[in-house]
């Protein structure tokens, strides 16, 4: 059996590796915001945030399937610090917005960095990510303003989401996912 050698980094690479343990982290941080609002009785906002936390992880497992395509080493990282306490339920989905819009900045830097580094078969994988990125911040946007408009009535905010969820296809065109996709 042939083991993979480890390959010589490129900074590209280096923060593909981080993309992974970002996206893991973000996958558990929307476990963690699932959880809330399943304990606090709320199912469809639930249900979001459980749909959020397999996309991610299907985000980091297609970053690792397309290491793996290019014959480069991979490890799969522990996450990075989860939180769980919150007071109200705009709190969780600030949290939300300002996770999508640092994926989205981690994004760009990857983007910019394979083309700095001519690595077009870089670039072109970071395209869908970044395309991702702007649907991901506009959807949490929009749950966010939807939110602050229920002025605390909850049920507003959970009719909407059962409404608005009908025919939600997910991640169209996503690079393939090591394992398969969830």
Not at 136 to 157: I, Q
Request: overall charge negative; charged content about 25%; glycine content about 6%.
């Amino acid at each position: 059996m042939a083991i993979k050698r480890k390959e010589p980094c490129s900074k590209f690479h280096e923060l593909l590796q981080q993309q992974i343990q970002n996206e893991f982290t973000a996958s558990q941080q929307y476990v963690a915001l699932a959880v809330w609002f399943d304990n606090s009785d709320l199912p469809q906002l639930a249900k979001f945030f459980y749909r959020q936390a397999v996309e991610e992880r299907n985000h980091a497992l297609a970053i690792t399937r397309y290491l793996m395509d290019i014959d480069h080493h991979v490890e799969i990282p522990g996450t990075g610090e989860v939180r769980n306490d919150f007071n109200e339920v705009t709190e969780l989905v600030e949290l939300a917005l300002e996770q999508e819009k640092g994926v989205t900045a981690d994004f760009r830097i990857l983007a910019k960095t394979a083309r700095e580094q001519d690595d077009y078969q870089g670039e072109q994988f970071v395209q869908w990510f970044l395309k991702e990125q702007i649907e991901e911040v506009s959807k949490m946007t929009t749950l966010l303003n939807v939110v602050r408009r229920a002025n605390g009535n909850l049920f507003d905010v959970e009719n909407w989401l059962a409404r608005e969820a009908a025919g939600d296809d997910g991640d169209s065109g996503m690079p393939p996912v090591a394992g398969g996709k969830l």
